[in-house]
Nanobody
């Protein structure tokens, strides 16, 4: 069993920064792509970013526009999401997840283990 625990969320003003962390316990992330998703009230959960096992390949949603950076530390079983230049529309619950099947990195159905989510609120 894998447990994923997000941390680092909170309230920040527009233009500010936050760094989310996601730590895994149980089985490790070895060999798996990891992703961040978010879900705003009344909206579908959407892909934000993903990072390959090696950390050498990263993928982002178009709305990120160079503001976010995903990274991972496999020795610590932790994945990070550095979020800069935050906007009110970035307000959502953010989730980390492990992809279990190859193919699309933005499809929710390709991910099996999910964290409980953490709130990010950006005030205007």
């Amino acid at each position: 069993q894998v447990q994923l625990v997000e941390s680092g969320g909170g309230l920040v003003q527009a233009g500010g920064s936050l760094r989310l962390s996601c730590a895994a316990s149980g089985r490790t992330f070895n060999g798996y792509l990891l992703g961040w998703f978010r879900q705003a009230p009344g909206k579908e959960r959407e892909f934000v970013a993903a990072v390959a096992w090696s950390g050498g390949s990263t993928y982002y949603a178009d709305f990120v526009e160079g503001r976010f950076a995903i990274s991972r530390d496999n020795a610590k079983n932790t994945v990070y999401l550095q979020m800069n230049s935050l906007k009110p529309e970035d307000t959502a619950v953010y989730y980390c997840a492990r992809r279990y099947r190859s193919g699309s990195y933005y499809e929710k159905s390709h991910y099996d283990y999910w964290g409980q989510g953490i709130q990010v609120t950006v005030s205007s």
